[in-house]
Structure formats: C-alpha cells, structure tokens
C-alpha cells in the first residue's frame, strides 16, 4: 500500500508564491518520476512538472521561469515552488509518483490533490 499525501496549497493574490509538498510512503521499494499535473475547471489535467531521480527537471511551457521541481529523496518527497503566480494558474494540483513496491511493480501513484486559487 502507497500513499501520496500533498500539502501547501491555498489562495494568493497574483504575483504571489506557494510552494507544494508531497510526500510518499508505504511499502516502496524505490521512487523514480516524480511529479505535478494540474486541472482547471472544465480543462483537462495537464502536466506541470516532472522530476526524475537523478533530477533531471522538465517543465511545462506556461511555467518555465516561474516554477521549480525539487525531491528530497531520503524522504520521498517532491516539491513545487511556484513564482510570479498568474490567475492562470488556478487549478487543483496532483501529484504523482512511479514507485516500485515490495512486489517489484512499478506503479504510479496519485495525490489527493490541492487547490490552488490565484485571485485578486
């Protein structure tokens, strides 16, 4: 069993910063790709960032100078910090994790998910 508990989100005026946790625990073996999509209402969740375990970071364009990945890999943990935040970026923020647990399958796992509101 896996769980992917995420914390950090809120409201912020735009300009403003939040920086999102999340953080993975249970039967796991291994933790490789670790990252963020992100869903606006009547949209399609769309990725935001991801990080690899030798933390190699990808972003997706609407975020590129404005967000950064980082994973603390003793702790199983992922984090978005996210600047210069723009209406835009409103939207409920998954994370998600592909973790090999004790029965060497390698599996993705999903957050609960937080809702970020950027409003003036």
């Known amino acids: 069993q896996v769980h992917l508990a995420e914390s950090g989100g809120g409201s912020v005026q735009p300009g403003g910063s939040l920086r999102l946790s999340c953080a993975a625990s249970?039967?796991?073996?291994?933790?490789?790709?670790m990252g963020w999509y992100r869903q606006a209402p009547g949209q399609q969740r769309e990725l935001v960032a991801t990080?690899?375990?030798?933390?190699?970071?990808n972003f997706a364009d609407s975020v590129k100078g404005r967000f950064t990945i980082s994973r603390d890999n003793a702790k199983n943990t992922v984090y978005l910090r996210m600047n210069s935040l723009k209406p835009e970026d409103t939207a409920v923020y998954y994370c998600?994790?592909?973790?090999?647990?004790?029965?060497?399958?390698?599996?993705?796992?999903w957050g609960q998910g937080t809702q970020v509101t950027v409003s003036s």
């Open positions: 998600y994790a592909r973790i090999v647990t004790s029965g060497a399958n390698q599996e993705v796992y």
């Open positions: 249970g039967s796991i073996v291994s933790v490789n790709a």
């Open positions: 990080i690899t375990s030798r933390i190699t970071a």
